[in-house]
C-alpha cells in the first residue's frame, strides 16, 4: 500500500503530517511512501530530505491523491485554487483518509458528504479518545498546547497595550486582563503562557478538576455553581450542556467579559459543534481594541459573531478565527503531529499494512465515514441525520 503526503494548501498553513523520520517508519511498516515537492518546505525541509529516507516526491499533487492507497494530512480537505478541483475530488474511490476533519463543524458538512459519496474511509485526528493507550496519538493534545501558548502570542502583538505591569517616570501602566474560558490543554498553556509574559489571568471552566488545574498555574478561578454529573463526560472532557445551563453560563461569563482586554476561547466538547459563550451583544460591552482568540472556530467557535479565517474587527474588538494557529509554529508543531500520526497509523495497522484495525476503541472513535456510510456520532448529531 502507498502513503502519499501532500502540500498542505490552507492559507498559512506550513505543518506536514510527516517527517522524514516517520517516512523511514512507515516504509519499515511495509508501506510505499510518496511525498509531494516542496511538501515540507514550510519547516525547512527539502525534497532531497525526504527522498533520502526512502520516499518519491511527486510533483503533480493530483497524481499523488490518485496513486495513494492512504492519504495523511494535517488539515481538512479544501478547493485546491491552483488545479481548480477540491481536494475530496482528487481522492481515489474507495481510499483512505486520515487527516484533522472537524466533522461535525457545519462549514464541513458538505465535504464529509462528499467523502461519503466517494466512499473514503476517513479518520479524524480529533476524535482520538482520552485514554492512556492513545496518548502517542493524541494529536488534539498535542497542537492544543502549541496553539494555547501561540494564541496568547498573537493577541499581544494585536493589542494596543502592554502585556504586563511598567512602571515609568510618570506613572504605572496596568497590567493586560486575560480572560480564559476553557481549561484544557489549550486554556491551561494559555494561562501559563499569558502569566509569563505578566498578564492578570481569569479562568472559567465547568469541571472541577480543570478549574484546580488553572488555579494551580495562577489563574483566579471564576466560581460556575454546576453539577458534575452534568459537565463531565466519559474520560474528563466537558459534556454538551442544555441551553438552560447555557445561559446560566454565559451570565457568570459576561460581567468578566466587559474587563478583559484579551479573551481566549477554547470551550470544546469532543466531536461536537462548540458551544456558544459569548454572544455579539456581549461583544458589544468589551473594551475598545480587546482581542478574542476563538480558539474553537474548527467547531463552529464559541463567539457567535467570529468569522473562521482571519482576523475581523466588529464592535471595536478584534476577534480572531484563524482556523490554524499550531500551522503558524510549524516546525515544532510538525514534529508533534507526525509522531501522533506515526503511532495511530501503526495501531490502525496493528493486523498488517493491508488490514485496518475497525475493531478497536481508537479507532471507532475517530472513524467518520466507511463504506458509504457517516459513523461519527457527532457529525450524525450536528446534521441532524
Given at each position: 500500500?502507498?502513503?502519499?503526503?501532500?502540500?498542505?494548501?490552507?492559507?498559512?498553513?506550513?505543518?506536514?503530517?510527516?517527517?522524514?523520520?516517520?517516512?523511514?517508519?512507515?516504509?519499515?511498516?511495509?508501506?510505499?511512501?510518496?511525498?509531494?515537492?516542496?511538501?515540507?518546505?514550510?519547516?525547512?525541509?527539502?525534497?532531497?530530505?525526504?527522498?533520502?529516507?526512502?520516499?518519491?516526491?511527486?510533483?503533480?499533487?493530483?497524481?499523488?491523491?490518485?496513486?495513494?492507497?492512504?492519504?495523511?494530512?494535517?488539515?481538512?480537505?479544501?478547493?485546491?485554487?491552483?488545479?481548480?478541483?477540491?481536494?475530496?475530488?482528487?481522492?481515489?474511490?474507495?481510499?483512505?483518509?486520515?487527516?484533522?476533519?472537524?466533522?461535525?463543524?457545519?462549514?464541513?458538512?458538505?465535504?464529509?458528504?462528499?467523502?461519503?459519496?466517494?466512499?473514503?474511509?476517513?479518520?479524524?485526528?480529533?476524535?482520538?479518545?482520552?485514554?492512556?493507550?492513545?496518548?502517542?496519538?493524541?494529536?488534539?493534545?498535542?497542537?492544543?498546547?502549541?496553539?494555547?501558548?501561540?494564541a496568547v502570542i498573537m493577541?499581544?502583538?494585536?493589542?494596543?497595550?502592554?502585556?504586563?505591569?511598567?512602571?515609568?517616570?510618570?506613572?504605572?501602566?496596568?497590567?493586560?486582563?486575560?480572560?480564559?474560558?476553557?481549561?484544557?490543554?489549550?486554556?491551561?498553556?494559555?494561562?501559563?503562557?499569558?502569566?509569563?509574559?505578566?498578564?492578570?489571568?481569569?479562568?472559567?471552566?465547568?469541571?472541577?478538576?480543570?478549574?484546580t488545574e488553572a488555579e494551580?498555574?495562577?489563574?483566579?478561578?471564576?466560581?460556575?455553581?454546576?453539577?458534575?454529573?452534568?459537565?463531565?463526560?466519559?474520560?474528563?472532557?466537558?459534556?454538551?450542556?442544555?441551553?438552560?445551563?447555557?445561559?446560566?453560563?454565559?451570565?457568570?461569563?459576561?460581567?468578566?467579559?466587559?474587563?478583559?482586554?484579551?479573551?481566549?476561547?477554547?470551550?470544546?466538547?469532543?466531536?461536537?459543534?462548540?458551544?456558544?459563550?459569548?454572544?455579539?451583544?456581549?461583544?458589544?460591552?468589551?473594551?475598545?481594541?480587546?482581542?478574542?482568540?476563538?480558539?474553537?472556530?474548527?467547531?463552529?467557535?464559541?463567539?457567535?459573531?467570529?468569522?473562521?479565517?482571519?482576523?475581523?474587527?466588529?464592535?471595536?474588538?478584534?476577534?480572531?478565527?484563524?482556523?490554524?494557529?499550531?500551522?503558524?509554529?510549524?516546525?515544532?508543531?510538525?514534529?508533534?503531529y507526525a509522531n501522533n500520526?506515526?503511532?495511530?497509523?501503526?495501531?490502525?495497522?496493528?493486523?498488517?499494512?493491508?488490514?485496518?484495525?475497525?475493531?478497536?476503541?481508537?479507532?471507532?472513535?475517530?472513524?467518520?465515514?466507511?463504506?458509504?456510510?457517516?459513523?461519527?456520532?457527532?457529525?450524525?448529531?450536528?446534521?441532524?441525520?
Amino acid at each position: 500500500m502507498r502513503i502519499g503526503i501532500p502540500k498542505e494548501i490552507l492559507a498559512e498553513e506550513k505543518r506536514v503530517a510527516a517527517t522524514p523520520d516517520t517516512v523511514r517508519k512507515y516504509i519499515a511498516m511495509g508501506f510505499d511512501v510518496s511525498v509531494e515537492s516542496s511538501a515540507g518546505e514550510g519547516i525547512f525541509l527539502s525534497d532531497e530530505d525526504y527522498r533520502s529516507a526512502g520516499a518519491s516526491i511527486r510533483f503533480d499533487s493530483e497524481s499523488l491523491f490518485v496513486e495513494s492507497d492512504i492519504v495523511l494530512k494535517v488539515k481538512q480537505p479544501v478547493f485546491n485554487e491552483n488545479i481548480g478541483k477540491h481536494e475530496v475530488n482528487m481522492l481515489r474511490d474507495g481510499s483512505i483518509l486520515v487527516t484533522f476533519l472537524h466533522p461535525a463543524a457545519p462549514e464541513n458538512h458538505e465535504m464529509i458528504k462528499r467523502l461519503k459519496d466517494k466512499n473514503i474511509t476517513s479518520f479524524t485526528m480529533d476524535g482520538i479518545p482520552r485514554i492512556s493507550r492513545a496518548q502517542r496519538m493524541d494529536a488534539l493534545s498535542s497542537m492544543s498546547a502549541v496553539t494555547g501558548y501561540k494564541a496568547v502570542i498573537m493577541a499581544a502583538n494585536q493589542l494596543p497595550k502592554f502585556i504586563p505591569m511598567i512602571g515609568t517616570a510618570i506613572g504605572t501602566v496596568k497590567p493586560a486582563q486575560f480572560f480564559v474560558i476553557g481549561s484544557g490543554v489549550v486554556g491551561l498553556q494559555a494561562i501559563a503562557t499569558a502569566k509569563r509574559l505578566g498578564g492578570v489571568v481569569k479562568s472559567l471552566d465547568i469541571r472541577q478538576n480543570a478549574c484546580t488545574e488553572a488555579e494551580s498555574l495562577g489563574a483566579k478561578v471564576i466560581e460556575f455553581d454546576i453539577p458534575q454529573e452534568v459537565a463531565v463526560g466519559s474520560g474528563g472532557y466537558a459534556k454538551s450542556l442544555e441551553n438552560e445551563w447555557l445561559v446560566i453560563e454565559r451570565n457568570v461569563i459576561s460581567p468578566h467579559i466587559e474587563e478583559a482586554d484579551v479573551v481566549i476561547l477554547s470551550a470544546l466538547v469532543p466531536g461536537e459543534v462548540a458551544p456558544i459563550l459569548v454572544t455579539g451583544q456581549m461583544v458589544s460591552t468589551m473594551k475598545p481594541g480587546a482581542v478574542i482568540m476563538d480558539i474553537s472556530v474548527d467547531q463552529g467557535g464559541n463567539c457567535e459573531i467570529t468569522e473562521p479565517g482571519g482576523f475581523s474587527q466588529k464592535l471595536g474588538v478584534h476577534i480572531c478565527g484563524i482556523q490554524n494557529i499550531p500551522g503558524r509554529m510549524a516546525v515544532h508543531a510538525s514534529w508533534l503531529y507526525a509522531n501522533n500520526m506515526y503511532h495511530y497509523i501503526l495501531n490502525l495497522f496493528e493486523n498488517g499494512s493491508g488490514e485496518l484495525n475497525l475493531e478497536d476503541e481508537i479507532v471507532k472513535s475517530s472513524l467518520v465515514t466507511h463504506q458509504s456510510v457517516i459513523h461519527h456520532e457527532g457529525t450524525i448529531k450536528a446534521m441532524g441525520c
